[in-house]
């Protein structure tokens, strides 16, 4: 069985910028959350994915912005980079919260820079 | 308001004694909730999940559940130093979203 991949590992930025960023979901996983963890801070909820459709959002700007695919990959994009943005944005794969109660894996984990 | 609160600790407890970590949430319409492990610089590992009031128990570590009293906590029963790291608290609230809290660090003294 396959787990969480995340890439790139590490991305230095600059303010202003965009950035996207990816992740593939767990063999026989159909739903994908994203979180962005500040350090000291747990995991905050961006928004989740399923069947290529966001599935809630948790209170994060416009800027933040997702993709799902038909493969069930995803990715993350954020526009207009703040400093602020720095964090481990962390992807989770999970079945429908109707058949596992949201039960999530995480992947390794990308670490954003913005300078 | 946060809505997931945990004691940041740090919680240190001898080799072999048992660790006990805390959790309260706000949310009273939460069905489901997880402990994870967050080791530093890594990203988290579920540990357990809970979805019924009372005690669930997986080798050495216990999860506790009262929604009465919006209360989680998990028991982690001869601890080992490679228990040491940071324990995350979580409840799903509806509409897909999981809740997170700052995370308890665990010390295991050897």
Redesign the interface.
């Known amino acids: 069985e396959t787990g969480v991949t995340q890439s790139p590992t590490h991305l230095i930025k600059t303010r202003g910028q965009q950035v996207t960023l990816r992740c593939s979901s767990q063999s026989g996983h159909n ?1 994908v ?1 994203w ?1 962005q963890q500040a350090l ?6 961006i928004f ?1 994915y ?1 069947r290529e459709e966001e ?2 959002r ?1 209170n994060f700007p416009p800027r933040f912005s997702g993709l799902q695919f038909p493969n069930y990959s995803s990715e993350l994009n954020v526009n207009a980079l703040e400093l602020d943005d720095s964090a ?1 944005y ?1 992807c989770a794969s999970s079945l429908p ?1 109707g058949v596992s ?9 990308t670490r954003l820079t913005v300078l | 308001q946060k809505e ?1 609160e945990q004691n940041s600790g740090p919680l240190s407890v001898p080799e072999g004694a048992i660790a006990s970590l805390n959790c309260t949430y706000s949310d009273r319409g939460s ?2 909730f ?1 402990w ?1 492990r967050q080791y530093s610089g ?5 540990i357990m ?1 809970i ?1 019924s009031n009372g005690d669930k128990e997986d080798g050495r570590f216990t999860a506790q559940l009262n929604k009465a009293s919006q209360y989680v906590s998990l028991l982690i029963r001869d601890s080992q130093p490679s228990d040491s790291a940071t324990y ?1 608290c ?1 409840a ?1 609230g509806g ?9 308890t660090k665990l010390q295991v003294i050897p």
Do not use: D, H, M
Not at chain 2, 95 to 103: E, I, L
């Open positions: 739903t959350s979180y000291g801070q747990g995991p905050q909820f989740q399923y599935n809630g948790g481990l962390l919260s109660y949201n039960e999530q894996f995480f992947g390794p984990g | 997931v069905q489901s997880f994870y890594k990203s988290p590992e579920l999940s979805y995350l979580a799903e509409y897909q979203k999981v809740t997170f809290g700052t995370g």
